[in-house]
């Protein structure tokens, strides 16, 4: 089922139920899981002994139309440890409702996930950040003009009104600083802005998101990670800085530019997820 399609637009809990039976019979439970963003997809390489499902077998799943993303939930063992991935996401501007968008989150905790590892790609406006620079998002600033939990509250899922005041766990982020100096990678920190797209901002925008105090622009994971929350996950977010955002450098920005830039920064990017979920997992890093 793509977003576009009127049928279905929005996820309810027997959905989300549904759809986890379904899983619970092919795959191994994870503590942990990762989303991976536009030319992130080498990720699943790391994988031992794993599991392919296409989004389309799952039920009630919609399919991602962007370039990039392989619509694709892998499940496998990372140093022996259970391992979800989803080699891709869902994205407002694609036609979905955001309980579209978020259900790959909330089936992800129906099968026992616990911590969320989010990646994307984004524009830099951080003027200090160049292509290909990884950021720690710290916080988030939502432009999108809606939230996944508009509507009436599914209160096995959460509370009517979730704190944000702490959307990032700080244990994570900490364990992903640490990762990225044991390897001599920077790891930028910083917070994210998302707009729904999918047309990119425009310089005023970025003007003012930098005025708001945002580092970096993109048009995703700000509604996985509200989501998330509610459901009580713990959450870390790491942004690929694919471009500098509108009016900073002059250039036009187009999507192969990003998928280009996630190309380039995947062998590091890889290297230090990998050394978080080894961290987080129970393993120790060298």
């Known amino acids: 089922m793509s977003c576009d399609m009127q049928i279905e637009k929005e996820i309810t809990k027997q959905m989300v139920d549904e759809a986890v039976a379904y899983l619970a019979k092919l ?31 799952i039920p009630h799943f ?18 022996k440890q259970p391992l979800f991935i989803l080699g891709g996401r869902l994205h407002y501007y694609e036609g979905c409702s955001l309980s579209q968008v978020v259900f790959p989150i909330r089936l992800l905790a129906g099968l026992g996930v616990k911590k969320l590892i989010l990646t994307n790609a984004a524009g830099g406006v951080n003027t200090a950040f160049t292509a290909g620079s990884l950021m720690l998002i710290r916080d ?7 939230n996944p939990l508009i509507g009436p509250n599914t209160d096995e899922w959460g509370p009517r009104f979730p ?18 100096k044991k390897l001599d990678i920077t790891l930028h920190e910083g917070v994210y802005v998302a707009f729904s797209g999918p047309s990119f901002e425009t310089p005023a925008e970025i003007r003012l998101a930098r005025l708001m105090g945002a580092d970096a622009v993109g048009m995703s994971t700000v ?12 959450v870390l977010a790491i942004s690929c800085i694919s471009n500098a955002a509108a009016g900073i450098l002059n250039a036009e920005l ?10 380039h920064a995947s062998a590091q990017f890889c290297s230090l997820l ?10 120790a890093l060298s």
């Open 27 to 57: 795959l191994p439970g994870a503590d942990t899981a990762v989303v991976l963003g536009s030319g992130l997809g080498a990720l699943t390489e790391l994988l031992e002994d794993s599991f392919s499902i296409p989004f389309a077998d």
């Open 274 to 283: 990998e050394a978080i979920l080894l961290k987080i997992t129970g393993v």
């Open 223 to 234: 509604p996985e990670v509200i989501a998330a929350r509610h459901l009580g996950l713990s």
């Open 62 to 79: 919609p399919q991602t139309t962007v370039q990039g993303h392989k619509s694709t939930l892998y499940a496998g063992y990372l140093n």
């Open 254 to 263: 187009n999507h192969l530019e990003v998928l280009e830039a996630g190309k």
């Open 163 to 180: 704190d944000m005041s702490h959307a990032y766990h700080e244990g994570l982020a900490k364990t992903a600083l640490l990762a990225a």
């Open 140 to 146: 988030h600033i939502n432009f999108m003009g809606a």
